[in-house]
């Protein structure tokens, strides 16, 4: 499946927040929208999901355009994967899972025998069937994102749009969350949209040779957009958010890996 956006533009009464945005995503790749709070990346992926309705531009998928689309259909081409628990009921683990056939299945259906298999298969190529009785919201932060990726995975789309996935999670769950996002975008050859507030996510796809681009997003627009090593870059870091950084280059058994390193201000009076 590819997505394909042009042109998009959105305001709030008060606030012009998207500004001619243009991208596309292919089967397969992994593209990462990095850049401040505020610098309207929720809004680019709330407009993409169908929840908030763009003032211009188009967003497609395979060449349709996603506004003639009722929400049961786009919820067939596209996967969403907060960084909000939103663990309020106590639901098993399972039942979880099973929300993200509701879209095939009905709202007010029960979900059969297939549904069930699907939701298991998913659940076990994230090491998670085990946990499938267990209540969601005694689990912890990482092994509550690994359900919400079963989940996006059992709806069974083409597109999957990860928003901060490992916001709160700890060192290594962060790296787990990481590592299957990149595992399901490369087994099952989807578009995967990742908003994300660290560059080294997007070193890290690259340098397991995934396909990966990435944008660096500031004030409503896009002001690069291309390959982790193109774009993230000291300077790129330094213009958009005021920060002088390193980057750092290692080569091991036949991999290069990359990460920047904030080391200080660009003006040093902007922070105690």
Excluded: W
Aim: with cysteine; proline share 6%.
């Amino acid at each position: 499946m590819r997505l394909k956006i042009e042109n998009l533009h959105f305001a709030y009464p008060s606030n012009r927040v998207l500004k001619g945005v243009d991208f596309s995503v292919n089967p397969g790749e992994i593209f990462c929208i990095f850049g401040p709070n505020g610098s309207g990346k929720t809004t680019l992926l709330d407009c993409i999901l169908g929840l908030l309705t763009p003032d211009g531009g188009t967003i497609a998928i395979d060449g349709e355009n996603t506004a003639n689309m009722p929400p049961a259909r786009l919820a067939k081409k596209i996967a969403y994967v907060s960084q909000k628990s939103g663990r309020t009921f106590p639901y098993t683990v399972l039942e979880m899972v099973l929300m993200g056939r509701t879209a095939y299945a009905g709202m007010f259906a029960s979900p059969g025998k297939a549904d069930v298999e699907i939701a298991e298969s998913a659940l076990d190529r994230l090491g998670m069937l085990s946990f499938r009785n267990r209540i969601f919201t005694r689990l912890s932060g990482g092994e509550a994102q690994l359900v919400k990726i079963a989940r996006a995975i059992a709806q069974d789309t083409g597109l999957i749009i990860f928003d901060e996935p490992t916001s709160h999670l700890d060192f290594r769950h962060e790296l787990n969350v990481i590592k299957y996002i990149m595992k399901t975008a490369r087994e099952k050859n989807i578009a995967v949209i990742m908003a994300t507030h660290a560059p080294n996510h997007a070193f890290f796809f690259e340098s397991h040779g995934l396909p990966t681009r990435v944008a660096l997003m500031d004030n409503g627009v896009f002001e690069a957009s291309g390959t982790p090593s193109e774009v993230l870059t000291p300077e790129n870091m330094a213009k958009v958010f005021g920060v002088v950084a390193r980057q750092f280059v290692n080569s091991e058994n036949d991999m290069m890996h990359q990460f920047l390193m904030p080391v200080d201000f660009c003006d040093p009076k902007a922070e105690p």
